[in-house]
């Protein structure tokens, strides 16, 4: 499933059908695949037919984890495009929990994992049905050259009878969006991939990437994938910690659809980070004290309130991630990137994602029968790093997307780059916000 994430979410496919089909059409055309994946799943015959098939619904969701959170983010006006980007994670969450009760429920009964699977369809089908009567995004159409109707779609987002301000701001959110195409094209630059990896552009990209790997490595999906051996070992029940956290991870999802306008992105990067990191370091420690050997798998004699403050970690721990990095991470990498880029950019990010997403599945097992609880001071390590970044990073609320840009330029000449590009070759290049300049040796 992680590989056809990762063959999806690959930049030169995603933006292929993001910039080609549109933001609109592409979530259409994955919700088709996904459905296919499905049908073919619960009718498999055979373990290679049921592979396959899920390999092929993986790929829809590489290109729904794509393009979904742009078109959230291009959609949305600025005061409401965290709460609204957040409601991707939120969804994630309800989908994981309720889908937690749906398999307890059928997949012990006869030919039950056929209907559980089937159950994934519902939302699909909504999807598909509910698509074609939103609008498409306007910045999509302003890059088509559709100005007409980017506008007609702008005013149906943002204007209102209530407040005949509204309307204007509508047009001057398009006459924005047109200058930022307009200074671009002027540029006479042709978009090249290897414009994503220097200068501004490369510098964005590796800010979101290193934000969607850390939003791996800090080890929520290791909780996810294998809390239940470590509850396990609490002589826990494993079915009442599945799901417990699955029910945290929704319910602690909700705030930050509150907290990402009203506090930021940065300040719940911060906080998350340092909750993750303090929660794995705890672990560790009592893990390792009063485990036997540290071992994961061990059957502990340790006391019981030893137990319930491990517990207690784990489900801080998906606490502290479910309303920061979880729903912040996809809302500012949907952000940051200039619209002549920022399909490609955004495969490029979550393809990162899905790589770091498979690296834990296969990895977490192997450290946890190697290191045991000391698994977890590998992931406070990478809660360090993610707040050391989390740190670096400029605030992005309430400012709309064509204006994100210029708020990396004095970070990015803090780091000694120039604020604008690379310099490579000796060809002209922009920056993807319209300013050119000259690539040297």
Known sequence: FSLGCICTAFPPVSGYFIDEFGRRSSIMIGTVIFLI??????????????????????????????????????????????TLNSTYNLMLTAGIFFGTFIDDFLVHRDG???????????????????????????????????????????????????????????????????????ATSQSGHKTAWRDLFTGRIGVLVSVGASLQMLQQLVGMNAFMYFGTRMFKSFQFDPKVFQTSSMLVNMVMTLPAL?????????????????????????????????????????????????RIAMAAMVFLFIACFACTWGPVVWTYCAEIFPLRYRARCLGVTTMTNWIGNFLIAQFTPMLLAWVGFGTFLIFAFFGVLALLLAAWLPETKGVSLEQIGPLFDEKIAGLGLDDRTAQIGGEKIDDGYGTCIERAD
């Open 37 to 82: 994946g499905c049908f073919m799943q619960a009718a498999s015959m055979s373990v290679t037919t049921f592979m396959l098939a899920r390999w092929l619904s993986g790929t829809a969701i590489g290109l729904l984890s794509s393009v979904v959170p742009l078109y959230q983010a291009e959609m949305a006006p600025p005061h409401m495009r965290g």
């Open 258 to 306: 509150y907290l990402i306008e009203a506090a930021g992105r940065k300040t719940l990067l911060q906080a998350g980070a340092a909750g993750m990191t303090l929660s794995c370091i705890f672990l560790a420690t009592l893990g390792q004290l009063y485990m036997d050997d540290g071992e994961i798998n061990s059957h502990t004699t340790c006391p019981l309130s030893v």
């Open 112 to 182: 039950g994992w056929r209907w559980a699977i089937l159950c994934q369809a519902i939302p699909a089908i909504v999807i598909l049905a509910a698509m074609p009567l939103l609008p498409r995004s306007p910045r999509w159409l302003v890059q088509q050259g559709r100005v007409q109707e980017a506008e007609a779609a702008l005013l149906t987002l943002r204007a209102s009878s209530e407040d005949p301000e509204s309307s204007a701001a509508a047009r001057q959110e398009l006459a924005d969006i047109v200058e930022e195409c307009r």
